[in-house]
């Protein structure tokens, strides 16, 4: 009897709500969603193979060590790492591979920031948007990053495209959390000078506060860089090319050398970015 207890209420068609909202949303807003795939996905290919794949991989690997000795502050760890770590992802094979995923994480990326930075100073902002944002924010980091695969490839099919819709909400929390707090941290002593010799709004947002937040901010960015990074294998599942189609490939194929060697790739990669971004907040410090 006690097991029949909660049966009196009857199943709540939640599978076929959620499937009803997409299909909705698909066929809706498919005058929005066919364009950005068209175009996005177009000027994706643009930026893969007649940008970075036609740049030499020896200026290439040169450029990003020059970066990193000058980011570092003038020291040659990085550099030396750099140098080594893209010489032999270039010497297994896998430089279009590389720049591919280097496409895939750059721009999800930069659309993250861009769409991240303001949500935050909105949340800082506003005790409402604060309150309205962060369970969806809550949601957005504790779903399996399997599951936006499914809304990406029912509005934009399979390809690059889908697999960064996905990175992009599975790496944007981080920037608009630490964007959010960072600027709650400024110190009101700042904030009320800043007020009594007459500032705007503006002018306290992009003079004393932004720059007072800057450090924390800069980490939400390389956390979010990093997430991005991390759906690499995952946005292959749904076509999105790069190391990543090469470690499923492998793993669907049980072949330990191909993949092992892919993985090794994107660990290079993921290093590289990290200590890249992780000493560019440390040198503005």
Do not use: C
């Not at 290919?45 to 940008?51: G, K, N, T």
């Not at 506003?126 to 309150?131: F, T, Y």
């Not at 793993?251 to 590289?272: D, S, Y």
């Amino acid at each position: 009897m006690l097991n029949n207890a909660l049966d009196f209420i009857p199943e709540i068609p939640l599978s076929d709500a959620a499937k009803g909202v997409t299909d909705f949303i698909t066929d809706k807003f498919s005058f929005l969603f066919n364009p950005i795939k068209e175009h996005f996905g177009n000027f994706m290919e643009f930026m893969s193979e007649d940008v970075l794949m036609n740049i030499p991989p020896v200026i290439f690997i040169i450029a990003v060590a020059i970066l990193a000795f000058f980011i570092s502050g003038k020291k040659f760890g990085l550099a030396v790492f750099s140098i080594v770590g893209l010489w032999l992802i270039y010497n297994q094979g896998h430089w279009d591979n590389l720049m591919n995923t280097v496409t895939l994480v750059l721009l999800a990326s930069i659309l993250s920031v861009i769409i991240g930075v303001p949500i935050g100073i909105l949340m800082s902002k506003s005790k409402a948007a604060n309150a309205i944002l962060t369970p969806v924010l809550d949601f957005m980091q504790t779903m399996p990053a399997f599951v936006y695969l499914i809304p990406a490839v029912a509005f934009f099919g399979i390809g690059m495209v889908p697999g960064v819709f996905a990175s992009l909400i599975f790496a944007t929390p981080p920037t608009v959390r630490f964007t959010n707090l960072g600027i709650r941290q400024v110190s009101r002593d700042l904030v009320e000078a800043a007020d009594a010799f007459g500032s705007t709004g503006a002018q306290k947002l992009f003079k004393v506060e932004l720059p007072m937040a800057k450090a924390t901010i800069m980490a939400g960015i390389n956390q979010t860089v990093m997430l991005a990074l991390s759906m690499v294998v995952i946005a292959s599942m749904i076509g999105a090319p790069g190391l990543g189609r090469e470690v499923l490939s492998s793993l669907q194929r049980a072949q330990v050398g191909p993949g092992f060697v892919a993985g090794i790739g994107i660990v290079i990669l993921a290093i590289i970015i990290d200590r890249i971004t992780q000493n560019m907040n440390k040198k503005k410090d």
